[in-house]
């Protein structure tokens, strides 16, 4: 694996679990594998695995329980619906628009303000 597809691997398996939970593989309620068996069952770090699952939760696609681990979000199910994706969407390429600006900023030498 190169060092770009390692450094986003984590939205790569967030992406596999984002689509379980929409093709309903995971329910609403339902407790998710431990962060080492999700490690195993995507070859990836538990590192990686955390930051996949701090995603999903940005997202309010799964919710942490406590010590109990990490479960499917009652809202998972309506959380993904046709109506959303325009405006995920635009929220996704002002996002990337962001990022590029950022990144000229820097091949510019200059410092982007943080945000």
């Known amino acids: 694996m190169t060092l770009e597809a390692h450094r986003f691997a984590y939205l790569q398996v967030a992406a596999d679990l984002r689509r379980e939970i929409a093709d309903k593989a995971l329910l609403p309620g339902q407790r998710l594998p431990s962060i080492r068996e999700l490690s195993a069952q995507f070859a990836v770090s538990a590192q990686t695995v955390q930051k996949a699952l701090a995603q999903l939760s940005d997202d309010g696609l799964i919710r942490a329980g406590s010590t109990k681990g990490y479960f499917i979000a009652d809202s998972a199910s309506s959380a993904q619906t ?25 091949e510019r030498g200059e410092h982007p303000s943080p945000q």
Not at 91 to 103: I, S
């Open 82 to 106: 046709p109506s959303d994706v325009p405006s995920r969407i635009a929220a996704l390429e002002n996002h990337v628009r962001e990022l590029a600006e950022r990144v000229a900023l820097l």
